[in-house]
């Protein structure tokens, strides 16, 4: 049963466009969620989070945006740059517990 | 300061085998925690450790198991390998034990391991 989903396996984006990855969960009780990024043959790195209790948080160029009601979470990066290619992954918990990964988005950024 | 350390890189095992996988944590990160990575399934959590204790356990069968020593590092080990153990296991390490998904995780490259 895949709690966390990246519908889309792959996205490109135009240097300079907006990147928008997408991620549905189905377990309401997950109350904190997480974005991380993995180039190949690296191990992924934390890129941003956000709590239940907040609807947006912002760190420079990216922006994760929360929608309890839909159960959605999103990924904005602007402007994309050609170092943002790489395969995210949203992850959610719930408290204490263990995270839980989604099945990652792979972003292409064309020059 | 040095990442978080796994070895080997690859491995190459055929069925039936054993294996077991390392993990130094970043120096001063008491929490290791392993993740299975095969495509289509992204990282499935397998267990966590926090000073030598088990604190969390996957959905993984008891052939997946693990420990950690004094020193935080850690150590996976796979008993009679499947093909389907073929897969990216990567090792992350965070620095206190509370409030597992709020403490960032540092990851590991992670160790390919190859069934045959």
């Known amino acids: 049963d895949q709690q966390v989903k990246q519908n889309s396996p792959s996205l490109s984006v135009q240097e300079g466009r907006i990147s928008i990855l997408n991620c549905d969960y189905t377990?309401?009780?997950?109350?904190?969620f997480l974005w991380y990024k993995k180039y190949p043959a690296e191990g992924p790195t934390f890129l941003i989070s956000?709590?239940?209790?907040?609807d947006k948080n912002e760190d420079g160029r990216f922006t994760v945006f929360l929608n309890k009601s839909a159960k959605h979470l999103s990924l904005h990066i602007v402007p994309s740059q050609p170092g943002d290619s790489a395969v995210y992954f949203c992850?959610?918990?719930?408290?204490?517990?263990?995270?839980?990964f989604g099945t990652g988005t792979r972003l292409t950024i064309i020059p | 300061k040095a990442g978080v350390t796994q070895t080997p890189r690859y491995l190459i095992k055929t069925r039936g085998q054993q294996v077991t996988l390392s993990c130094s944590p970043i120096s001063g990160h008491r929490s290791v925690s392993w993740y299975q990575q095969t495509p289509g399934q992204g990282l499935q959590f397998l267990f966590e450790y926090f000073s030598e204790t088990q604190r969390n356990k996957g959905n993984f069968p008891g052939r997946f198991s693990g420990r950690q020593f004094s020193n935080s590092r850690s150590e996976m080990n796979v008993s009679t390998l499947e093909l389907g153990d073929s897969a990216l296991y990567l090792c992350?390490?965070?620095?206190?034990?509370?409030?597992?998904?709020?403490?960032?995780?540092?990851f590991g490259a992670g160790t390919r391991l190859s069934v045959l």
């Open positions: 992850a959610a918990a719930v408290g204490n517990e263990k995270l839980t």
């Open positions: 992350a390490s965070s620095l206190m034990a509370s409030g597992l998904a709020k403490n960032i995780q540092y």
């Open positions: 377990n309401s009780m997950f109350d904190y």
């Open positions: 956000i709590s239940s209790i907040k």
